[in-house]
C-alpha cells in the first residue's frame, strides 16, 4: 500500500467515527431543542458558542490548524441550529398586540423561527401559555423612561408561569399620520398609556389631546382606517410602513436612550444547561405585618452574597392595603448560598416564589441567546 492510500485508508476511517458522533451530536442537538421548546428560550445563543470555540481552539495545539478547526467547529454549531430550527417549527410565541406592535418586533427578534401569536393583552397572552396554546409568551417588564409594566408584574405574582429570558429593545417613539397630513394639522394623539407616559413632554409642548389605546400598532392602524388628519398615533416606522402611514417626526420621547425590557414566560423553569444558569433572577415576597419584617429579609439577602439590583412593592389584588415586594438579583440561586437563602426568607416571610433565572443585558438585535 503507496502512501496515498495508506493516507485515504485513515480518512475513511476518521469518517467513519466522525459519523457516529454526528449522530451522537445531532440526538444531543434533539435533547436541547426540546428543553429551549419547553422553557422559551431561542435556538442562538452566543455567549455558549463563543465557549465553545473558545475551549475548542485551546484543544489544537497546533497553530497552522487551529483556525480550520475553529472554522470546523462553528459550521457543525450551525448545522445543529439549522437542525433546531426545523424542530422548532411548530413552535407558537404569544404576545400582546398585533403585527408592529414592540411586542411583536421583540418576540420576532428573539423566536425568528417560530409562529408568532398576537393577543388583545397581557393576560390573554399569558393566558395562552399556561393553558398549553403557545410555548411561551413575550411580554414587557418595564421602560427605562416610564418604569415598570404593573400588569404584568402582578401576573409574575399570582400566576404559575417562569421568566426565562429578558431582553432589552431600544425602543424609538415616532409621530405617525396620514400621508399629507402636517404638524399643524395635528389635535388628538393616541397611543398606549406607556408610550404617551414616554413622550409626555414632547405632546405638553405642543398641546395636543391625548387618548389612551390598548395598543401602539392598534392606535397606528385606528389613525390609518380613521381618514383624519388632525388625528396621531405614536409607534414605530415598522408601524408606519405596515399601516400606510407617514412619519411626522421622528424619536419623540423623552429619554435619549429609552429601552423596554421584554421577559420570556414560559411554564417550566429554566434549571440551566449544564453548569450555566441565569446570573440574576427575580424573587416575589410577602413579609409578615411587623415592625423590621422586611428589613430581615433584605438583611438575609446581603448576608448570602447576593446584589439586589431592584427592589420595589406592589399592592396585592386579594388583601386591601397589604402589599408584596419585586426583586432582582445577582449571583447564582442554585448554589448553596442560594438554597440557605431561600430556607431562611422563607422562614421570616409569608409567601416566597422564585419567578424565574436569566442572563443580564441580553441586548435584542445584538447577541439574543441564554
Not at 437542525?83 to 411548530?90: A, D, I, K, S, V
Not at 399569558?126 to 396554546?133: E, F, H, P, R
Request: net charge negative; proline share 2%; hydrophobic share 40%.
Amino acid at each position: 500500500m503507496d502512501k496515498l492510500q495508506e493516507a485515504r485508508k485513515i480518512i475513511s476511517q476518521v469518517d467513519e467515527e466522525m459519523a457516529a458522533l454526528f449522530v451522537r451530536r445531532m440526538e444531543a442537538a434533539v435533547q436541547v431543542a426540546e428543553y429551549k421548546k419547553e422553557r422559551g428560550l431561542p435556538i442562538f445563543d452566543g455567549a455558549r458558542e463563543k465557549e465553545i470555540l473558545e475551549k475548542g481552539a485551546a484543544r489544537v495545539t497546533d497553530p497552522q490548524l487551529r483556525e480550520h478547526y475553529v472554522r470546523f467547529l462553528q459550521n457543525n454549531m450551525d448545522v445543529s441550529k439549522d437542525y433546531q430550527r426545523q424542530l422548532l417549527e411548530g413552535m407558537r410565541v404569544a404576545y400582546s398586540g398585533v403585527e408592529g406592535a414592540f411586542a411583536h418586533i421583540a418576540a420576532g427578534e428573539i423566536f425568528p423561527d417560530t409562529t408568532l401569536v398576537g393577543y388583545p393583552n397581557f393576560a390573554a397572552a399569558y393566558k395562552a401559555v399556561l393553558q398549553g396554546d403557545c410555548s411561551c409568551a413575550v411580554l414587557p417588564l418595564e421602560n427605562s423612561s416610564a418604569g415598570e409594566v404593573g400588569q404584568v408584574t402582578d401576573m409574575m405574582f399570582d400566576g404559575g408561569l417562569y421568566v426565562n429570558g429578558v431582553y432589552e429593545l431600544a425602543v424609538r417613539h415616532d409621530l405617525l399620520a396620514l400621508p399629507g397630513a402636517a404638524l399643524s394639522d395635528i389635535k388628538t394623539v393616541i397611543s398606549h398609556p406607556q408610550a404617551l407616559a414616554q413622550c409626555a413632554p414632547y405632546l405638553e409642548k405642543h398641546g395636543w389631546d391625548k387618548r389612551e389605546h390598548s395598543n401602539t400598532a392598534l392606535a397606528a392602524k385606528l389613525v390609518a382606517e380613521s381618514g383624519d388628519k388632525s388625528v396621531a398615533a405614536i409607534a414605530s416606522v415598522k408601524t408606519a410602513a405596515l399601516y400606510g402611514l407617514q412619519v411626522l417626526e421622528e424619536n419623540i420621547h423623552q429619554s435619549g436612550s429609552n429601552t423596554t425590557r421584554f421577559g420570556v414566560f414560559s411554564r417550566t423553569e429554566n434549571a440551566g444547561l449544564g453548569k450555566r444558569v441565569g446570573d440574576h433572577f427575580i424573587l416575589l415576597f410577602t413579609t409578615r405585618n411587623q415592625a423590621g419584617a422586611l428589613a430581615k429579609a433584605i438583611d438575609i439577602i446581603g448576608r448570602h452574597g447576593f446584589n439586589m439590583r431592584t427592589l420595589r412593592s406592589r399592592p396585592r389584588k386579594d388583601l386591601l392595603w397589604e402589599y408584596y415586594f419585586y426583586v432582582e438579583l445577582e449571583g447564582d440561586l442554585r448554589g448553596e448560598e442560594g438554597r440557605t437563602m431561600l430556607q431562611e426568607l422563607e422562614g421570616c416571610c409569608d409567601r416566597v416564589r422564585v419567578a424565574g433565572s436569566f442572563r443580564a443585558h441580553c441586548r435584542i438585535g445584538e447577541e439574543v441567546g441564554l
